[in-house]
């Protein structure tokens, strides 16, 4: 259940600075989230990785510091706040709020019928009420709401590569739904196990090294498309042998899913529906 909200609906959005929505959370990162991070915390984007995110995509939260039991964010530095303030996500930059997409607009509604800071933070209801559209500029979410937008478009690019792989050769036609068998657990693989799968993809799906200028994501986003689409090319462009073009399949597709829940996106959803449309394609 959730409550979508208008731009000029007026909430108690200003923050009491507690941080207690920095602990016991599910943020999710993209690629270009990661890079923008990584410049605030002042690390290089593999440490970033390393040390403190699940499969490149969802922050940890194994910070020391509790609250109600839960712990914080790997960022979260109990006495002076978030460490990447700066180049923090768009989960953490929306929250209270929420944003869903259906693929053609973006609505933005917080979870639940009862505003979530006042289970937290009550004494938000004291402090000054500001409109949507307000709080949304005052955190500067312009530029990561584009770039979750560029994310997914490339998300469902790297699905429709992994159709192109399977359809296109004719393998679905020769051998059938047996191709796509796998398609549908990629959603149930935890974001490191289906990481450590991805194996030599994880570094250009996840931490591609680009010329382009991380200060504009839209540009940032379609380098690394274009990145992807060259090295998918190389990769695959010439494959015949169907045991091969399965496991190409299969890999697009988890590139894909990877990324869509990257966006938070649920996994599990993602991969049903796209393994559904591929056994429909086998007939
Ligand atoms: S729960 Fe709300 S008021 Fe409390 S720290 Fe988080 S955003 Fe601020
Ligand atoms: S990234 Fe920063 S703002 Fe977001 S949950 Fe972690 S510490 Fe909090």
């Given amino acids: ?24 959370k599910a943020v999710w990162v993209t690629p270009w989230e990661a890079v923008r991070l990584a410049e ?25 510091d509790r609250w109600r039991g839960q712990p914080a964010c790997a960022l979260y530095d109990p006495a ?29 509604l917080h979870e639940g019928t009862v505003f979530p800071c006042l289970d937290g933070c009550p004494s938000v209801a004291d402090l000054p009420r500001m409109t949507v559209a307000d709080y949304l500029r005052d955190q500067g979410t312009g530029p990561w709401e584009t770039a979750q937008d560029r994310t997914r478009e490339l998300a469902a690019d790297l699905a429709e590569a992994a159709f192109a792989v399977v359809v296109d050769s004719g393998l679905l036609r020769a051998r ?6 796998g398609w549908g657990a990629v959603g149930r693989e935890s974001p490191a196990a289906r990481a450590a799968v991805l194996g030599p993809w994880f570094a250009p799906l996840i931490m591609p090294r680009l010329g382009a200028d991380p ?18 090319q190389d990769a695959f462009a010439r494959l015949a042998d169907p045991a091969a073009l399965a496991e190409a399949g299969l890999a697009c597709l988890r590139m894909a899913v990877h990324l869509g829940q990257a966006c938070g996106g649920d996994a599990e959803a993602l991969a ?12």
């Fill in 176 to 181: 059938g739904r047996a191709v796509v068998k």
């Fill in 80 to 108: 002076t706040g978030c460490r990447a303030h700066g180049g923090r996500p768009l989960a953490c930059r929306l929250y209270p709020l929420g944003r869903r997409h259906d693929g053609t607009t973006a609505v933005i």
């Fill in 215 to 232: 200060a504009d994501p839209a540009a940032w986003i379609a380098a690394h498309h274009q990145d992807l689409q060259h090295r998918l």
């Fill in 1 to 24: 259940m959730a409550t979508v909200l208008t731009s000029d609906a007026v909430l108690p959005l200003t923050c009491t600075r507690a941080g207690t929505c920095c602990h016991g």
């Fill in 40 to 64: 605030a915390l002042g690390v290089g984007p593999e440490r970033l990785f390393r040390e403190r995110t699940d499969g490149g995509i969802r922050l940890r939260f194994d910070g020391t």
């Fill in 272 to 283: 049903r529906t796209w393994a559904r449309r591929a056994e429909s394609l086998a007939g």
